[in-house]
C-alpha cells in the first residue's frame, strides 16, 4: 500500500493507525501513514489492520479462512472498531474526514480497538408467578422485584439458578437496589412498592433472605426509585423517591442495637430477628411529579441525582439540603443511569429516546444536555438505562419494544440491538453487570444476555 500519493477528489486518502490506550501492545501496528480508498469503512480498515498483523482477513462471505494454504496457521482475523477525533467511524473514511472538518491534505489519524462483541442469551429464569418489575445486581448475585409484592435472588453463576425468595410486599414491588458490604460477607438490599412501604432486608450465608428494617414516617405515595449508597467502611444510606415528587435519605443500621428509635419486631415468612425501624434523616419536596430514577454522584457521597416525570434531572446536596443544579428537558424522564467514572448521565424517555446530560457543574458551566442523543433509540417508551461498570462509553437500554441496544456514547448508532422477549412482551427493567447484562419484562422471565 503505498504512501506516496493523496487524491483530492476522493479516490485515496491517508490514514494513520494508533491503538487505543489500554489495549494490548500486540494489536499495535507501525503508524506510518498509508494510503487507502476514500470510501473503505469499518469493515475494509479492520481487515487492513488484521493484515499488518499478519492474521487472517475476512473473504466477502463472512468467512475468516484464507484462500492460500500456506496462510492455515495464522491466528484468526479481529473486528476492529476505529475512532476519528474521538467518534466512532460508522461512514467512509472520506465522509467522516469531511463531517469532522479535517484536512485531506494530511494524513487521518484514527484509533483502533477491539470491537465489542454483542451479547449472546445465555440462560434466564423459570417463569415467575408475574412481571418483572425491577432489578440489581451485585458482583456475586442478581436480585429481581416481582409485581406479586416478593423479591427473587439468583446466583450470577453458570447455572443461573433461584436462590432466594421472600414475600416481601403486600403490593408490586416498584423498584430494588442492592449492596454487597462487609467485604461481600453481606448482602444488603432496599425494595420500594406500590403498596406506600419501602423496606430492607439482609442475605445471609445460606441465602435467606431476612427482613432487616422497615422504613416509617417518609412516603405518603407509593415509592417508585431507591439506591442504595455504600459510605465505606462496611455502611450505607439508603435514598428513595416517591410518585409525588417526595425525596427520602434513610441511615441504613448495621445491628439490632445500632438506633435507640429502632424497635424489635417480627415478621410473618420472615426468619427470627431483631428488625429495626427507621425514619428518615430528611423529607424533600425534590420533584412535582414522580421520580423515576436515583443514582450517586461520582466521588461525592453527599450528592444525588434524580430523574423525575416533571421533565427535569437535578443534582442535591445532601448536607445542606440544597438543589445544586436542575436541567429541564422536554420530554418525562423515565429512567437514569450515571457513568462509572464522572457525571455524565442518560436519561431514558417516553419518546423512544435516550439522552446524555453532563451534570459536572462549576462556575462557568452549569450542566447542559449532550449535543447528540442517542437516536434512533427505540421503537416504544424507554424504561431502563444502565451504565456498563467498566466502560465509561458502554450502556445499555431496554423498552417497551422488548429490544436491548447496547451503545457507545460515542456515536448515535447503537453498537448491538438484541429482541429479548417474546413478541408483544414489555421489557421492563435492566441490569449491567461486569459480564453481562440482565433484562425482566412482562413475559414473568429473567434473562442473561453474557459478552
Not at 98 to 121: H, T, V, W
Not at 279 to 286: G, R
Request: net charge negative; proline share 4%.
Amino acid at each position: 500500500m503505498s504512501d506516496s500519493s493523496v487524491d483530492i477528489d476522493g479516490e485515496q486518502v491517508r490514514v494513520s493507525f494508533i491503538l487505543a490506550k489500554n489495549q494490548d501492545r500486540s494489536l499495535e501496528v507501525p503508524s506510518d501513514p498509508i494510503a487507502v480508498p476514500s470510501s473503505t469503512r469499518k469493515k475494509g480498515l479492520s481487515a487492513i489492520i488484521n493484515h499488518l498483523l499478519d492474521r487472517r482477513v475476512d473473504n466477502k462471505d463472512g468467512s475468516d479462512e484464507d484462500s492460500d494454504s500456506d496462510d492455515e496457521d495464522k491466528e484468526p482475523a479481529i473486528p476492529f472498531d476505529f475512532l476519528v477525533n474521538h467518534k466512532l467511524l460508522r461512514m467512509s473514511v472520506e465522509a467522516m474526514a469531511r463531517r469532522e472538518a479535517l484536512s485531506l491534505e494530511q494524513a487521518i489519524e484514527i484509533e483502533y480497538f477491539p470491537a465489542r462483541e454483542a451479547p449472546e442469551g445465555e440462560g434466564e429464569s423459570e417463569s415467575q408467578p408475574d412481571w418483572i418489575s425491577s432489578l440489581a445486581s451485585t458482583e456475586s448475585f442478581v436480585v429481581s422485584g416481582i409485581c406479586d409484592g416478593s423479591l427473587r435472588l439468583f446466583d450470577q453463576s453458570d447455572a443461573f439458578q433461584q436462590v432466594g425468595y421472600v414475600k416481601a410486599h403486600a403490593g408490586p414491588v416498584q423498584c430494588v437496589s442492592s449492596v454487597e458490604m462487609d467485604c461481600s460477607d453481606k448482602l444488603l438490599i432496599a425494595s420500594g412498592s406500590m403498596d406506600q412501604t419501602l423496606l430492607m432486608h439482609m442475605v445471609n450465608k445460606k441465602n435467606q433472605i431476612n427482613l432487616h428494617a422497615v422504613c416509617s414516617g417518609g412516603h405518603m405515595s407509593s415509592v417508585s426509585s431507591t439506591k442504595l449508597l455504600s459510605t465505606g467502611s462496611g455502611s450505607a444510606s439508603l435514598a428513595s423517591g416517591d410518585w409525588d415528587g417526595g425525596l427520602c435519605v434513610w441511615n441504613v443500621p448495621t445491628s439490632s442495637n445500632e438506633s435507640s428509635e429502632s424497635s424489635s419486631k417480627k415478621r410473618k415468612g420472615v426468619a427470627s430477628q431483631d428488625v429495626q425501624e427507621v425514619t428518615p434523616q430528611f423529607f424533600l419536596k425534590a420533584h412535582a411529579s414522580n421520580i423515576s430514577g436515583i443514582v450517586g454522584a461520582y466521588q461525592n457521597s453527599n450528592v444525588l441525582l434524580t430523574s423525575s416525570w416533571d421533565h427535569s434531572i437535578k443534582s442535591w446536596d445532601l448536607e445542606s439540603q440544597n438543589n445544586i443544579l436542575t436541567l429541564n428537558g422536554a420530554k418525562v424522564a423515565t429512567c437514569i443511569g450515571r457513568c462509572h467514572n464522572s457525571d455524565v448521565v442518560a436519561t431514558g424517555h417516553p419518546d423512544c429516546t435516550v439522552r446524555l446530560w453532563d451534570m459536572r457543574s462549576n462556575t462557568k458551566n452549569e450542566g447542559s444536555l449532550f449535543d447528540g442523543s442517542l437516536r434512533p433509540s427505540h421503537k416504544s417508551w424507554v424504561s431502563a438505562v444502565e451504565w456498563s461498570p467498566n466502560d465509561p462509553f458502554i450502556l445499555a437500554s431496554t423498552s417497551h419494544d422488548g429490544t436491548i441496544k447496547v451503545w457507545d456514547i460515542r456515536s448515535t448508532v447503537p453498537l448491538h440491538t438484541i429482541k429479548a422477549h417474546a413478541k408483544g412482551s414489555k421489557a421492563l427493567c435492566l441490569s449491567f453487570s461486569k459480564n453481562a447484562i440482565y433484562s425482566g419484562g412482562s413475559d414473568c422471565v429473567v434473562k442473561r444476555f453474557r459478552f
